[in-house]
T-cell receptor
Framework: DTAVSQTPKYLVTQMGNDKSIKCEQNLGHDTMYWYKQDSKKFLKIMFSYNNKELIINETVPNRFSPKSPDKAHLNLHINSLELGDSAVYFC???????????FGPGTRLTVL | GDSVTQMEGPVTLSEEAFLTINCTYTATGYPSLFWYVQYPGEGLQLLLKATKADDKGSNKGFEATYRKETTSFHLEKGSVQVSDSAVYFCALELGGGFKTIFGAGTRLFVKA
């Protein structure tokens, strides 16, 4: 019954590698997001999508490329990983009668 | 630019103490305001929200009032429990609901 799911939960990789994080929501929402949370818990929006279309890109480096194959999925691909990319990445979706945002459990990315 | 400022933590309280976490915002237009809670190892969950001036959001004993004149949305609870220990985020929503800006988070510890 998971509303917003992300895989993997943990990702440890070397600098320079390319990796992907997947996100799926089963809530029927039109809007999905990616957020980055740093080690001090500061949470910053990266992208928002509505009906598979990119709405907001918050000056994220173009090494980060989101892809929404359908309304239920918003994946995040990261090229040439850097140490500063280490963080927890949260996917979220929004909708429903109260227009509420639901967050996934997060993916902890560690770049060595 | 648009921003949210909340009091720095950590905040440490004894069980049954009164809680206030201050939050002020800067925004063009008329944002919706939110409090989210993040328990250890989890994603954020919506705690309460208010969509217009003088609205009061409430949930699980927590409440906050949208004060346009002071651009504030302070979170209060009359009697905290150990289970309230978490990080609390104040947030505002703009851009037709496609962009949410979060404060830096305030960690709350409640001692038995």
């Amino acid at each position: 019954d998971t509303a917003v799911s992300q895989t993997p939960k943990y990702l440890v990789t070397q600098m320079g590698n390319d990796k992907s994080i997947k996100c799926e929501q089963n809530l029927g929402h039109d809007t999905m997001y990616w957020y980055k949370q740093d080690s001090k818990k500061f949470l910053k929006i990266m992208f928002s999508y509505n009906n598979k279309e990119l709405i907001i890109n918050e000056t994220v480096p173009n090494r980060f490329s989101p892809k929404s194959p359908d309304k239920a999925h918003l994946n995040l691909h990261i090229n040439s990983l850097e140490l500063g990319d280490s963080a927890v990445y949260f996917c979220a979706s929004k909708g429903g009668p109260y227009n509420e945002q639901f967050f996934g459990p997060g993916t902890r990315l560690t770049v060595l | 630019g648009d921003s949210v400022t909340q009091m720095e933590g950590p905040v440490t309280l004894s069980e049954e103490a009164f809680l206030t976490i201050n939050c002020t915002y800067t925004a063009t237009g008329y944002p919706s305001l939110f409090w989210y809670v993040q328990y250890p190892g989890e994603g954020l969950q919506l705690l309460l929200k208010a969509t217009k001036a003088d609205d009061k959001g409430s949930n699980k004993g927590f409440e906050a009032t949208y004060r346009k004149e002071t651009t504030s949305f302070h979170l209060e609870k009359g009697s905290v429990q150990v289970s309230d220990s978490a990080v609390y985020f104040c947030a505002l929503e703009l851009g037709g609901g496609f962009k949410t800006i979060f404060g830096a988070g305030t960690r709350l510890f409640v001692k038995a």
